[in-house]
């Protein structure tokens, strides 16, 4: 068997039936590996459910597999993080979920923030969340997840800060007293990660009213993109598994 992961986003995977290979799956198993009937490979449904299977059927248009064995493995971490990202300008928003999926996020949402650079209509909108959701996915197939983190709808930053119950709520400040690392660990985090330009006065005083904890990386101020994944980092080393 070919070291090879297909994700079959929320498929009803078994050992009973036969199923279709999506679009995504298609064109990377079939068209750019040139994978042909009786190939094996391993599929996972993003929930956590993985299995070794077979192609049974391949055409020019379609494909199919069969699941042949199930897979017992756990390697999700044992800290549920939210990332609360004000979305970035270009490529960066991409990377940032691309490489907090492969540090073990549990799921992300997008926000909008007064300062944040990108505004988008709600098709364009809709377009952006299924985009990134692919990456997160494409992520979890390359890094050995079988668990996809989910990609929120975009949110406005006052309407999220309301949300969440009994979970810790962390918001990087570089003048804050407590380091990251000093904090009081639960199983659920929130992590609220500001736009290239910052948080506003008004989003940081909304933000500590709804319960959010300014905590610092350290001495040097890290571009948006940056402090996610140095966030991400340590919070995973001091109190996930990493």
Request: negative net charge; proline residues 3%; hydrophobic residues 35%.
């Amino acid at each position: 068997m070919r070291d090879v992961r297909i994700c079959q986003f929320r498929a009803n995977l078994n050992l009973s039936d036969t199923f279709s290979l999506d679009d995504d799956g298609f064109g990377h198993l079939i068209r750019v590996l040139r994978f042909r009937q009786d190939d094996n490979f391993i599929v996972f449904d993003g929930l956590g459910n993985e299995y070794s299977a077979a192609l049974v059927e391949v055409s020019s248009k379609k494909a199919s597999f069969k699941c042949t064995a199930k897979i017992d493995r756990n390697v999700e971490s044992p800290l549920l993080v939210e990332l609360g990202q004000v979305i970035s300008r270009g490529d960066k928003m991409e990377f940032t979920i691309q490489k907090a999926t492969e540090l073990g996020i549990h799921s992300i949402t997008p926000l909008y923030s007064s300062r944040c650079g990108v505004k988008l209509d709600r098709k364009r909108e809709e377009k952006k969340v299924e985009q990134w959701q692919k990456i997160a996915i494409a992520a979890c197939e390359q890094s050995g997840r079988n668990v996809v983190p989910i990609v929120n709808d975009i949110t406005l930053i006052d309407d999220w800060y309301k949300q969440g119950e009994n979970t810790l709520s962390l918001t990087l400040d570089p003048k804050a007293d407590k380091k990251i690392t000093e904090i009081e660990p639960k199983q659920n985090v929130r992590l609220l990660i500001g736009p290239e330009g910052g948080l506003s006065s008004e989003e940081i005083d909304n933000a500590a009213k709804s319960g959010f904890q300014g905590v610092t990386l350290g001495p040097r101020i890290l571009r948006t993109e940056t402090a996610a994944l140095a966030a991400l980092s340590i919070l995973g080393c001091t109190f996930g598994d990493l």
